[in-house]
Every structure is written in C-alpha cells, then in structure tokens.
C-alpha cells in the first residue's frame, strides 16, 4: 500500500533491478547489496591528472565505454593530457566504444542514449553526477566518485544501498512553450529535496512524453538529490533501443502491491512556465512571472539536459526572423555532434546563428564554466542547463537563473527574463 512499508509485499523497480544483479530474491528499504554492473563510462574528467589511475586489467572491455564530453576540445595542456590517456587507455584494453573529438563525441549522457549503452533492467556507473539520466530507459543509473569508478572499471560490481522510493504519477498534457524543464521546475519547487529517496515516474502523462523529454527529467533528479530516477520502459524506448543495439535486456515494471514512501500526482496541464532563482533550485521556483523584467548578460541553452533537438526546434522557433538583445550573449550547445548535424540540416542552426545566437561544439562547457560561456563578476545568466549554484558558472557574485530552452530563448530576444509564451504564438502565426 502507498505511503506505507508494513506489510509490504512487492518491489519498485529500483528495487526490482538491484535483486536481480545482487542475485537476491527481495530487497527493501535499509538492505545494502553488492550488485553486478552492465555498463561502465569513463569521462575525459577520468584520465585528468589527480583522477587517474594507471590499471593492470579491466573487467570486461566490451562493457566499457569511454567518452571526451567536459573540456574538449582541450583548452589547456592538463586536458589535453586527459584526452592522449584515454585514448592509450582504449588502446591497451582494446575498447572499442571510443567517442573521440570529431564525427561521434557529444556529451556522455546523451552519446549513452544515442547509442543504446543504457540498457532496460540494467546497471550503468559514471563518474558525472547527471548519469541518472539514463533512468529514461529503465536503467539504473547515477553517478558515483572517482575511486569506486576505478573499482568498478576493475572488477565489475559495485554496492549501494536501498533507499525508499517516491512515485509521482504524471497526468495530462503539458500546455503550449511547457517543457519537462518546468516539470522539474515544479517538482523541485512544490516538494524540494529529495535526498535518500529514488524516484520513480509514471502515469498516462509519460506516454506522451518524448524521450528526450523523460532524459531532461530523469537527468534533473540529480538536482533533487535522488539516488535513482527511474521510467518505465514502454513501446517507445523498446523501438529506440531496438534500432540501436543487439544486446540482450529485461525491462522491470513496479510490481502492482510496490510500497512506496509516497506517490504525488501531478497534472501537467497545470504548470506553467517556471523560473528558479538564483543560487538553488530546490524551494526556489516561481511561475516565469515573477521574474519578469530581470535584465539578463547572457542566455544559454545546452547541457546533458536541454542539449537536444527537440530543444533546438523551439528555441529555432521563436528567434526566427527576429535578432537577439543588444548586450545579450546567447550561447546554445548541442548534447552532440549528431544533434549538431541534425539541427544543420533542419536549418536550426542557421536561424539561430542569424539571430545573434552562438551556436558551440558539443560539450558540457558553459553549464559547468570549463572552458566558453564563463560569467564575469556581478553578471547574470539565465540558463537552462542543469545547475544554478553560485559560483557554478563563473564568478561568485554572478547570478544564475534557470528555465526552459523556450524561456531562455525569448528572453535573449527581449534582454530581460520573458513569459515565452506570447513569443511562441507570434512564432506560430
């Protein structure tokens, strides 16, 4: 029964996933297991000077793959040298799953969805706090430190403990320019953190849901502090995952009689586009309204969150044909260099170019301030990337503030923080 553990009888699927790869019959709230893992991805951040440990063998080179997604291309020696160790890493296990500078890098997480690496019913660990983005598929996945990543790249297993599970049930259509952004937004405003707690989404609102949408959900669980963010995997990631990998799965459903700590509806069709001020997300959320007329220095789309195509299209959208504000820096970032042909091809990246946005590599960059979109002190950035703590992109007196890609866009036309949604239907007419 929901909101309760007493007399319990059936598992989440978070729960599900870790009884099966800890070869356990049941696991509940409090257990600690040891548990096999599918899928390990090693970052450039792995091989940097400090981070990197010289290995004698690694467990199974076929279940490992390596991606340059922070500081690339390199903007100093250090990162350069992270680069030429993972590439003589690749070499010496005979890795073949190399996302290298050039035709197929991009940022982790989203070269992990491309690619099928996140498989349904699994385990997947990476050193990057947003792994829980390839919840979207039904996998397991969250972030872990350094060390126990080498331990995982050497032996395979890993252990964790279990925490209770909150379910919200997604209902309804979002309204017009309302993205999964704004549902994050929402969530994290109405009910804050949620530290030593999975989450769980479902409900008939999912079904309408793109993928990208349930990654941009799943990935901004981390801002919650979850420990997993999980989906089920339905007709859709079944068709994704289909054309892009052989490998053999088992999709976890929660089992009918799952207790969970507590299970929050939430209609879509009741949100409206959010704003978190700055320094925090958690507790610090309003309707676009309230920070209406906040002047703005730089705007920027991008991020293992809000990299995609689907974010290119609206922010395409509602520039196009108009110029960005004068002292407005836009900055938009594909989650990959497949997006970045795709949004070529669409002519996104053209609309965007002429109206005085930056259109960069593929990179997490600007969201984490490593190498481009770096804030001066005292300036202010509306972002929909994945973190607005201070000091996150920049300066300490630098303010961010976060919103959805179409937020982000109309306010780079209007120089200050802007409804998107009369922007959208001038758009659309």
């Known amino acids: 029964m929901a909101g309760s553990h007493h007399g319990r009888m059936g598992m989440t699927i978070v729960e599900k996933i870790l009884a099966k790869k800890s070869g356990r019959a049941k696991v509940v709230p409090g257990d600690i297991v040891t548990a096999d893992v599918d899928t390990a991805v090693l970052i450039d951040l792995n091989f940097r000077p400090g981070y990197y440990h010289e290995f004698n063998h690694v467990w199974d080179p076929a279940k490992i793959a390596i991606v340059f997604d922070h500081v690339v291309p390199p903007n100093d020696e250090a990162s350069a040298l992270a680069l030429q160790r993972g590439r003589a890493f690749a070499k010496k296990f005979g890795i073949a799953r190399v996302h290298d500078v050039g035709y197929d890098q991009g940022i982790s997480h989203q070269l992990i969805a491309d690619h099928g690496?996140?498989?349904?019913?699994?385990?997947l660990v990476c050193i990057d706090s947003h792994t829980c983005s390839a919840g979207a598929f039904n996998c397991l996945a969250r972030g872990m430190g350094n060390p126990e990543t080498v331990f995982v790249t050497a032996k395979g297993r890993t252990w964790y403990r279990i925490v209770p599970t909150i379910r919200y049930v997604l209902d309804g259509e979002p309204k017009a320019a309302v993205s999964a952004k704004d549902i994050f937004l929402y969530i994290a405003g109405r009910w804050g953190d949620h530290a030593n707690l999975n989450v769980e989404f479902g409900g008939p609102g999912v079904t309408g849901m793109s993928l990208n949408a349930r990654r941009t959900l799943a990935t901004m669980a981390a801002e919650l502090s979850a420990e997993f963010a999980i989906f089920e995997a339905d007709a859709l990631v079944l068709e994704h995952l289909r054309t892009r990998t052989n490998a053999a799965f088992e999709p976890q459903a929660p089992d009918r009689d799952a207790a969970y700590l507590d299970v929050r509806e939430v209609d879509l069709g009741d949100i409206a586009?959010?704003?978190?001020?700055?320094?925090?997300?958690?507790?610090?959320?309003?309707?676009?309204?309230?920070a209406a007329g906040i002047a703005i220095d730089q705007a920027f789309i991008g991020s293992c969150a809000n990299g995609t195509l689907d974010d290119f299209a609206i922010a395409a959208q509602i520039v196009a044909g108009k110029k960005v504000a004068p002292g407005v820096r836009f900055i938009v970032t594909p989650g990959s260099?497949?997006?970045f042909r795709d949004a070529v091809r669409l002519g996104y990246v053209a609309t965007l170019s002429e109206a005085g946005a930056l259109v960069t590599t593929s990179t997490c960059g600007a969201c984490a301030a490593l190498q481009l979109g770096v804030l001066a002190p005292g300036e202010r950035c509306l972002t929909a990337s994945t973190r607005n703590f201070k000091g996150r992109m920049g300066s300490h007196t630098a303010e961010v503030l976060m919103a959805s890609p179409a937020t982000v866009a109309a306010s780079a036309l209007a120089g200050t923080i802007v409804d998107p949604r009369p922007y959208l239907a001038g758009a659309a007419s």
């Open 337 to 339: 260099q497949a997006i």
């Open 273 to 290: 586009p959010m704003v978190a001020f700055p320094d925090r997300v958690v507790r610090n959320t309003q309707e676009v309204g309230a």
């Open 117 to 123: 690496y996140a498989l349904p019913g699994g385990v």
